[in-house]
């Protein structure tokens, strides 16, 4: 199956669910009239997007409450390996919860096979040892993410963002629509909009058949309000979703 084929699948069943223009309502979901010689709002987030892949390490069957500082320790003891991954360019972006979650961390690989990104989370120490577990999922997201990390090695601070999750609810479906063609086009126009309001860091649809159907990053006031604007929305009302939001810290050279 070709490469568009595989993604105007996943654009059009993720986009029409799992789009994250529910985070922000106050967003008008309106379309506008599409002429010949314009792009569908559709074709223009496609052109946006990337192929990655998305590591999420979550607590292991031997995590503890001393595990935070051993996995620090562990991180500090293989920053040269991890600074290496960074140059080549192969590791392109880190997400660090900052809360109380069985999500612990998340890393974004770039220009590695699936298969490559699951064998350097696997030989983890970390993951070795129990202390956390490690998934893999292949992600079209939009472009640009780590560009500036590789860029000049140094020490970085860390902003605050919002990692959501959206996750297949109770009335999760991928049967057809009459008006499934108007909706993909009136989220990926509302996408568009967050992206360039600044609002949207990260937008990334996960391939396959995954429970986890959307990965983004989100520059909000705070967790409450995402969560608040998150519930709102019909996606999340209708229980196609469910939705998990996490603050997270982020280097800066991370988002674009």
Known sequence: MSREVIMLKLLFYTLLLALPAAILCSIALSTPPVQDEQKRPVQVLFGSLTEYHVGVFKTGPKWSSASEKEIHALVKKNAKHLEALVKSGTLVGVAEVAEVSDWKLIVFFKGESEQVAREILQGATAVKEGLLTADVYTVWGTRGLGEELNKEMKQRNKATYYLTI??????????????????????????????????????????????????????????????????????????WFVAKVLTCRIAEGTLP
Do not use: C, M
């Open 166 to 239: 959206l996750s297949k609810g109770k009335a999760w479906t991928e049967k057809p629509g009459a008006d499934k063609a108007l909706l993909v086009d009136a989220h990926a126009s509302n996408v568009l909009k967050l992206k360039d309001a600044g609002v949207l860091k990260f937008y990334g649809a996960v391939e396959g058949s995954s429970g986890i159907r959307n990965i983004s990053i989100v520059s909000a006031k705070s967790a409450e309000d995402v969560k608040t604007k998150l519930a709102a929305g019909p996606l999340i009302q209708k229980e």
